[in-house]
């Protein structure tokens, strides 16, 4: 693990940590982290196992720790916290992730969720919420900031929509219509960026349009969707 991994790790009986959630937090601003781990330890049965800054330091913490909940924020160097989940999906890790962003986002939202994300919380309300989301997460249930309910709504209604209608390649734009076509060519977001002069997080958001726009779920579900019409995005 890197020498900047900041390490709270503390070895208790197996007895205890049963009753205590673990977590780890990542975030490449100290303030930030600082902030929810006072927060977090004014909780009873928490245990924060270790800190990171960057999203390469997170996965290998998640990965050293086998923490419950990794609190992930979505934009850091080296891995974004998207980046992050998906390594610990593919990696069939047991971690549950709660994103933690200042981007009041529905599409970045949409994407959060389409990952397989337990929890999503804005920075600004994070200090109120975050204890509240572990909780809710350790049980295996979804938690958002109250002041999305809007965004939760909101794919409500597309739902049933989608529902009526059957979405098709049809409905996506030619930039949307490249990017699957790319995605299908098994290239990941960042190749992708590189390849059209365009931000990690702009492709992302493209593939969030994209889900949504077709009605796909899952980190997976994309993938098997480009390969499975790949001749219809020649």
């Known amino acids: ?13 197996a007895r205890l940590l049963m009753n205590e959630i673990t977590i780890i937090i990542a975030d490449d601003h100290p303030i930030v982290r600082q902030g929810m781990r ?51 999906f593919e990696n069939d890790l047991e971690t549950e992730i709660i994103f933690l962003t ?8 949409n994407e ?3 990952i397989g994300a337990k929890g999503y919380v804005l920075k600004q309300s994070a200090l109120k919420d975050i204890v509240n989301c572990i909780k809710t997460v350790a049980k295996s249930q979804h938690y958002t900031s109250p002041s999305l309910t809007t965004f939760l709504i909101n794919r409500q209604r597309r739902s049933l929509e989608l529902g009526e209608k059957k ?30 002069f365009i931000s990690s997080t702009t492709v992302e958001k493209h593939r969030a349009n994209i889900s949504r726009k077709l009605g796909l779920k899952g980190s997976y579900s ?12 020649l």
Request: hydrophobic share 45%.
């Open 38 to 88: 006072q927060t977090i330890e004014l909780a009873e049965n928490i245990k924060i196992l270790a800190e990171a800054d960057d999203g390469q330091e997170a996965f290998e913490a998640i990965k050293e720790f086998e923490p419950q909940i990794a609190i992930l924020d979505i934009n850091m160097p080296e891995k974004d916290g998207f980046e992050v989940a998906r390594e610990v």
């Open 222 to 233: 994309l993938l098997r969707f480009a390969l499975k019409n790949k001749s219809e995005l």
């Open 1 to 13: 693990m890197s020498e900047h991994l900041h390490t709270h790790f503390v070895r208790v009986s």
């Open 167 to 196: 979405p098709s390649i049809k409905d996506l734009t030619r930039s949307e219509k490249r990017i699957l076509k790319m995605v299908a060519e098994d290239k990941t977001t960042k190749e992708i960026a590189e390849e059209l």
């Open 102 to 109: 200042i981007n009041n986002d529905e599409v970045m939202f």
């Open 112 to 114: 959060a969720i389409e």
